[in-house]
């Protein structure tokens, strides 16, 4: 089962999230941190989320790229916390000259092979698409990845949780739809 939950920052995702995952009731439960501590607000980010799942059953695996080379050791429910910043670590850890297409189609092809690994996948993304504003290439590139990614995914989903001011809206409830890589319509990347 595939769930993502997206919500703007702030808005109470990764708490909702976690009670979501421990409320599956699995033997296992990973949790996939995927935030670089750079500086000190990054370090104060982390401790901030280490600190709201102490004592909660995770077993925390800190993986900032390849998702896809993870090797879990037995099945269970799968915690990625966050695409927004799996994406930012890809496209900025060691950038190349590869392009939106292909960050897409790698990032698409390792979130599917970390899926077949587990019984429950609940991916956290972030909503930064609703200030209309033009910035650098780099960081268009970085949002049209991440939209492409967070439509990509929303499509895929059995289970589709908007967050807001620590509330859960659920956007889709349905069984999982079949999309190829190139199929035209609204679940194309």
Known sequence: M???????SGSGKSELAEDY??????KVNYYIATMHPWGAEGRKRVERHQSLRSGKPFQTVEC???????VLPEKGAVLLE???NL???????EPGPEGTE???KKLSEDLEKLERQCRHLVIVTN?????????EEQT????????RLNRYLGCRADLLIEAAAGRPDVRKRAKKTEITRGEEGPCAF
């Not at 900032?64 to 080379?69: D, E, M, T």
């Not at 994406?87 to 850890?93: G, K, M, P, R, S």
């Not at 909503?127 to 910035?135: M, N, R």
């Open 127 to 135: 909503d930064l698409f609703a200030d209309g504003i033009c910035y």
């Open 102 to 104: 292909w960050y897409v």
């Open 82 to 84: 966050c695409l927004s």
């Open 64 to 70: 900032f790229r390849n998702v896809g080379s993870l």
């Open 87 to 93: 994406v930012a670590n890809e496209l900025f850890d």
């Open 2 to 8: 595939l769930t993502v939950l997206i919500g703007g």
């Open 140 to 147: 268009m590139q970085y949002l049209e990845v991440l939209g």
């Open 21 to 26: 995952v421990l409320g599956l009731k699995e």
